[in-house]
């Protein structure tokens, strides 16, 4: 069977309006929600529906619940477990310092007798698939991360996501994919490799050391990669729609920042075209001068004018070529 490709969990990024942008492409076969907080969940936030809004394919949404009160985090479980869903998954693996403050994320991972209690409690709650996003730890221990994921499987998680680096490196240094298939051969559980895949083959290749692999700031990059990784895995299924064989990066950018005014709330437009535009200018070849120019604008018509403008002086930038076409050396 196909190992399943994971949109991951990206805070401020992975929502509705970055869901339908991929879905233009297609072969992404779950997207998790970005961190949801389980208290503010439970105590009805404002931005709460657009949170979980569950568009377009809710039977394929994984929602990703943050928190470090069981009692909270389980009233959440049973809040989302109303809804349709592939899944719900809990952040152990977040490293930034205002969420291990308050005992959340990664800072599980310090206590599998408190982690595995959790896990005991939300099974009661749900009979969804529970997964676990996490990282190797607070150390570089292999043998101590074998023992919390077992704890956890024993407790009734039904998927571990690695994302082979210490709580410690963040981004730094290069993922241990290695310990992913350490990991999925000492577990009963299907196990998914997460960490700075950079394109197509990479992805077919780590694919085979995995049940599923994640994706996440490649994505926002080229939306349509996983589409090139399944083509590229089985180029001769015939049940597929073709992948494009050119992008149009002006046209591309313009509908997200249309998904964006018409899916998430005002407030969030200028965070989240910022946070999105940071990545997917790298197609260009003056990134850092066209992510200058779009983060000091405000509103999303300024900055669908700026990225057209940009495409207007560089007009030999704004069609991306992914296979060969006819005529083209
Ligand atoms: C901007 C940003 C926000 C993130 N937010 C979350 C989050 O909400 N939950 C989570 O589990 N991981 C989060 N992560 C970590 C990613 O899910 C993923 O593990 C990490 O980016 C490595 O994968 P990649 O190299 O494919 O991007 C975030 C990463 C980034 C860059």
Redesign the pocket.
């Given at each position: 069977m196909a190992v399943s490709f994971l949109l991951?969990?990206?805070?401020e990024?992975s929502h509705r309006a970055l869901r339908e942008l991929i879905e233009i492409f297609g072969a992404c076969d779950e997207y998790f929600t970005?961190?949801i907080s389980a208290s503010a969940l439970i105590s009805g936030g404002p931005f709460e529906a657009w949170y979980t809004d569950p568009g377009p394919c809710p039977q394929r949404l994984v929602y990703?619940l943050v928190g470090s009160d069981p009692e909270q985090i389980a009233a959440a479980v049973s809040l989302l477990d109303t809804k349709e869903c592939a899944g719900i998954d809990l952040?152990m693996?977040?490293s930034a310092p205002a969420i291990v403050r308050t005992g959340a994320g990664v800072r599980w991972m310090a206590s599998p007798d408190r982690a595995g209690a959790l896990i005991k409690l939300l099974r009661k709650r749900t009979k969804r698939r529970l997964s676990v996003?996490l990282r190797i730890g607070m150390e570089d221990d292999f043998e101590y991360l074998v023992e919390f994921c077992r704890r956890l499987e024993s407790e009734g998680v039904e998927r571990i996501t690695l994302?082979p680096r210490t709580a410690r490196e963040k981004f730094k240094r290069r993922p241990r994919w290695e310990y992913v298939s350490l990991l999925r051969s000492a577990l009963h559980i299907p196990v998914a490799g997460?960490?700075?895949?950079a394109d197509a083959q990479e992805l077919v290749r780590r694919a085979e050391s995995c049940d599923a692999i994640m994706?996440?700031?490649?994505a926002l990059r080229s939306p349509w990669f996983f589409a090139q990784a399944r083509h590229l895995e089985n180029p001769d299924a015939g049940n597929r729609p073709p992948i494009p064989e050119s992008i149009d990066l002006e046209e591309l950018g313009l509908r997200f920042l249309e998904l964006l005014a018409q899916y998430q709330p005002r407030e969030f437009h200028k965070s989240r075209a910022h946070r999105f535009f940071s990545y997917f200018c790298d197609n260009f070849t003056w990134a850092t001068y066209l992510k200058t120019r779009l983060s000091r604008e405000t509103e999303l018509s300024a900055m669908a004018a700026l990225l057209s403008a940009y495409c207007q002086d560089h007009p030999e930038e704004r069609t991306l070529y992914l296979t060969p076409s006819p005529g083209r050396a």
């Amino acid at each position: 069977m196909a190992v399943s490709f994971l949109l991951a969990p990206m805070a401020e990024l992975s929502h509705r309006a970055l869901r339908e942008l991929i879905e233009i492409f297609g072969a992404c076969d779950e997207y998790f929600t970005e961190m949801i907080s389980a208290s503010a969940l439970i105590s009805g936030g404002p931005f709460e529906a657009w949170y979980t809004d569950p568009g377009p394919c809710p039977q394929r949404l994984v929602y990703q619940l943050v928190g470090s009160d069981p009692e909270q985090i389980a009233a959440a479980v049973s809040l989302l477990d109303t809804k349709e869903c592939a899944g719900i998954d809990l952040n152990m693996g977040c490293s930034a310092p205002a969420i291990v403050r308050t005992g959340a994320g990664v800072r599980w991972m310090a206590s599998p007798d408190r982690a595995g209690a959790l896990i005991k409690l939300l099974r009661k709650r749900t009979k969804r698939r529970l997964s676990v996003k996490l990282r190797i730890g607070m150390e570089d221990d292999f043998e101590y991360l074998v023992e919390f994921c077992r704890r956890l499987e024993s407790e009734g998680v039904e998927r571990i996501t690695l994302h082979p680096r210490t709580a410690r490196e963040k981004f730094k240094r290069r993922p241990r994919w290695e310990y992913v298939s350490l990991l999925r051969s000492a577990l009963h559980i299907p196990v998914a490799g997460n960490g700075d895949i950079a394109d197509a083959q990479e992805l077919v290749r780590r694919a085979e050391s995995c049940d599923a692999i994640m994706v996440g700031r490649l994505a926002l990059r080229s939306p349509w990669f996983f589409a090139q990784a399944r083509h590229l895995e089985n180029p001769d299924a015939g049940n597929r729609p073709p992948i494009p064989e050119s992008i149009d990066l002006e046209e591309l950018g313009l509908r997200f920042l249309e998904l964006l005014a018409q899916y998430q709330p005002r407030e969030f437009h200028k965070s989240r075209a910022h946070r999105f535009f940071s990545y997917f200018c790298d197609n260009f070849t003056w990134a850092t001068y066209l992510k200058t120019r779009l983060s000091r604008e405000t509103e999303l018509s300024a900055m669908a004018a700026l990225l057209s403008a940009y495409c207007q002086d560089h007009p030999e930038e704004r069609t991306l070529y992914l296979t060969p076409s006819p005529g083209r050396a």
